[in-house]
């Protein structure tokens, strides 16, 4: 996050202009909130997060020379972007699109029909990397596609590095519990969930909460999108 008088500075990507006016117009509203620029393809995109530095990019994706996904890869594949937060926000709100974008590296995933208040508190949210943002509705179809038969199969070794309380941890995670769900679930304080929470990220390589989920799916540490949340086996 910026160190300025402007807490985050967001990337527009959408080939749209009146939709980019519109985004432009919503989150400079909000006085936490800058627009340090605007791009019209992926390729522009991964060029102005490049020289920007921007904390969260606001991307869209079907968009020409390179759609949101494959610029939402390269911007998360670039150490030198390390600091960079995608939202994908798009009309298309299919499951193999919100599961392409997550495994690109996305920190979360939004429809164009939100409100505008969603999408400056998301935003917000993909700034701090602390949860998968998404409707209710799209986290069940990014659950459903991520525990078909097509996703990746199981790698126990994977998870290997992780304590067993580190995989209790990421598997309430990845069932949408918050920090301080997880720490009442496990009768532990919000500080040491977020303790290792952080820590899982750091042995397993992955930015955020985001790619948490999707590896706890992708390694077979969780199959039911809501089974940690029900009690079920």
């Not at 620029?37 to 102005?48: K, N, P, T, Y």
């Not at 598997?171 to 899982?200: Q, Y």
Request: charged content about 20%; proline content about 4%; glycine content about 8%.
């Amino acid at each position: 996050m910026s160190s300025g008088g402007v807490g985050i500075r967001v990337l527009i990507a959408d080939d749209q202009a009146l939709i980019r006016g519109g985004f432009r117009a919503i989150i400079g509203s909000d006085p936490q909130l800058e627009v340090v620029g605007e791009a019209a393809d992926g390729r522009a995109a991964v060029a102005l997060t490049r020289l920007l530095h921007p904390d969260v990019v606001v991307m869209d994706i079907r968009m020409p020379e390179l759609d949101g996904i494959g610029a939402t890869e390269t911007i998360c594949a670039d150490e030198t972007c390390s600091s960079t937060w995608v939202l994908i926000l798009t009309t298309f709100e299919l499951d193999v699109h919100v599961a392409a974008a997550l495994r690109a590296g996305a920190s979360g995933f939004l429809g164009k029909g939100v409100a505008p208040i969603e999408l400056l508190e998301g935003i917000r949210m993909v700034a701090r990397g602390e949860s998968l943002l998404s409707p209710a509705a799209t986290r069940s179809l990014i659950s459903r596609f991520l525990a078909s038969p097509e996703r990746t199969a199981n790698d126990p070794e994977r998870l290997a590095a992780l304590t067993a309380r580190e995989r209790e941890v990421v598997a309430l995670v990845a069932a949408d519990l918050s920090n301080e769900e997880i720490a009442g679930r496990l009768v532990l304080s919000p500080l040491t969930a977020k303790t290792h929470v952080n820590r899982s990220m750091l042995k397993l390589g992955v930015r955020d909460r985001a790619a948490l989920v999707v590896l706890a799916y992708q390694s077979g540490l969780v199959s039911s999108p809501h089974a940690e949340r029900s009690g079920e086996p």
